[in-house]
């Protein structure tokens, strides 16, 4: 993988993401030129039209990553990625035509990405049923052998088999760190030069995966391995780059403390995520307003009770604010207050409360909240106090999660089906750590755009 502004991204999605915009900036260029030589009008030079051609190829770029063209099931199943790539042609036209109405000299005439966008759609259809199998294949897999054959290395193991893995192992170690569980593990006195045999395999990366550290870490072989140029990484740092969350089963304080992230040097980060909160709920309160006012005159004609449902959450630094949403259950949900979780087609939400939740509007007051300054639009999902008190006595580490200010929505809401239970909890915790130790732009970037796929496929919604 190749780490982009602290995220990971697999080579195989990088390389299809370049391809992919060289290919619709030939379509747009193309489609420019045909419709020119239909209205015989003079062809220019390409760079004259730079701009509109970007932008034709950035929208539709934009929209392909947001509804998960270059997701795992994408990249494994051609029948999924035709499907994906209609909706982001069909999305794109929507981002062109607002681009079109801010800006009409930086984007194509209509006519010309009428054709541009069936060009697009067909360059891009090719070079997936052409590289299909090589995108998912082992051309583009790493080669690692593990050193340990525990339960920590049988993770890794299970994680290899996943589709979409970006590794393929090719051995595996046994060390003097517990019982062995991998059964094809070579035990380490049964190597005379472990560097050589490492190089020899062909391994680029070898990951460190003892169950118990003392008196078992290799220093001398890990030494050896490093200086003949493979990758030495620990089996949280592996963990962490593989699934996009922090792994609590594997970490401990001291990784936290020296690994990579938590910086402190993200203030200006921090200055540019608040000012575009203020911007863009600013603007999406002014746009959503009447949708606002008609959905809230709906819920009281629905059902008892008001309009709006306001909620203490946990917020940055533990302390609590009032949030603000449309009211989607029966007024009598909780009883005497008592904080409960929500369970799957739960009978508390009301007939309108259920299209409220499917399509997020019973969400959109919360932007109030966002231009306040007491949450953003990119973070954690703030808790009640009742569940925060008690989750933070069953997971480790969960306090940490209200270090940076929590959202509207997250690397967890995008990354994980809704959930009610401590193991839920636990998995979203998981990522929201990782959002946490990795924050950048680029990452609010990717979630905010990849909101749309959660919008339009609300897998587990409640």
Not at 103 to 121: D, H, I, K, V
Not at 176 to 201: C, M, Q, T
Not at 240 to 250: F, I
Not at 402 to 430: C, F
Request: charged share 20%; aromatic share 10%; with cysteine.
């Amino acid at each position: 993988m190749i780490r982009l502004f602290k995220h990971y991204v697999p080579h195989a999605v990088l390389l299809l993401g370049l391809l992919d915009l060289v290919l619709l900036l030939c379509a747009a260029e193309a489609g420019w030129i045909l419709r020119a030589r239909e209205i015989g009008m003079d062809i220019d030079h390409v760079m004259t039209r730079m701009g509109p051609l970007l932008s034709f190829a950035v929208a539709l770029q934009t929209a392909m990553i947001a509804v998960g063209v270059y997701g795992t099931e994408s990249l494994q199943s051609i029948r999924y990625a035709l499907a994906r790539l209609m909706v982001a042609i069909s999305l794109g036209v929507i981002f062109l035509s607002v681009m079109h109405f801010l800006l009409p000299s930086m984007t194509l005439w209509r006519s010309n990405s009428l054709y541009a966008m069936g060009l697009a759609f067909c360059l891009l259809v090719a070079v997936r049923l052409l590289l299909g199998s090589m995108l998912g294949g082992e051309a583009f897999k790493r080669r690692l052998i593990v050193l340990g054959a525990g339960n920590r290395a049988n993770r890794i193991k299970d994680l290899e088999l996943r589709p979409g893995s970006g590794f393929l192992v090719v051995g595996y170690i046994g060390m003097s760190d517990g019982p062995h569980v991998v059964p094809e593990a070579i035990n380490r006195s049964a190597i005379y030069n472990l560097a050589d045999f490492v190089v020899k395999l062909g391994a680029s990366e070898v990951v460190l995966a003892l169950e118990e550290r003392r008196n078992a870490l290799p220093l001398s072989d890990l030494l050896r391995i490093k200086t003949t140029g493979v990758h030495v990484n620990e089996i949280s740092t592996f963990l962490e780059r593989e699934t996009g969350r922090v792994d609590l089963d594997s970490v401990n304080p001291s990784w936290l403390i020296f690994s990579d992230g938590f910086s402190a040097g993200r203030r200006i980060s921090s200055i540019a995520k608040r000012l575009f909160d203020i911007a863009a709920s600013a603007l999406l309160l002014a746009l959503t307003g009447p949708v606002i006012l008609i959905a809230a005159i709906l819920v009281k004609l629905d059902s008892k009770g008001p309009a709006f449902y306001r909620q203490q959450r946990v917020g940055l630094f533990g302390q609590e604010f009032w949030i603000v949403k449309l009211r989607t259950m029966r007024q009598d949900a909780e009883v005497e207050g008592q904080a409960v979780w929500a369970e799957q087609d739960d009978p508390r939400i009301t007939r309108l409360g259920y299209w409220l939740r499917k399509l997020r509007i019973d969400e959109l007051p919360q932007t109030w909240t966002v231009l306040k300054g007491e949450m953003s639009f990119v973070g954690p999902r703030p808790e009640r106090r009742q569940f925060v008190d008690d989750l933070e006595q069953h997971l480790r580490y969960y306090a940490e999660r209200h270090m940076v200010k929590p959202g509207i929505t997250g690397w967890a809401q995008i990354n994980y089906p809704y959930g009610a239970s401590i193991e839920d909890s636990r998995n979203k915790l998981e990522y929201d750590l990782y959002y946490a130790k990795n924050y950048t732009p680029f990452l609010d970037f990717l979630i905010l755009i990849q909101t749309v796929r959660v919008v339009l496929w609300p897998d587990g919604a409640r």
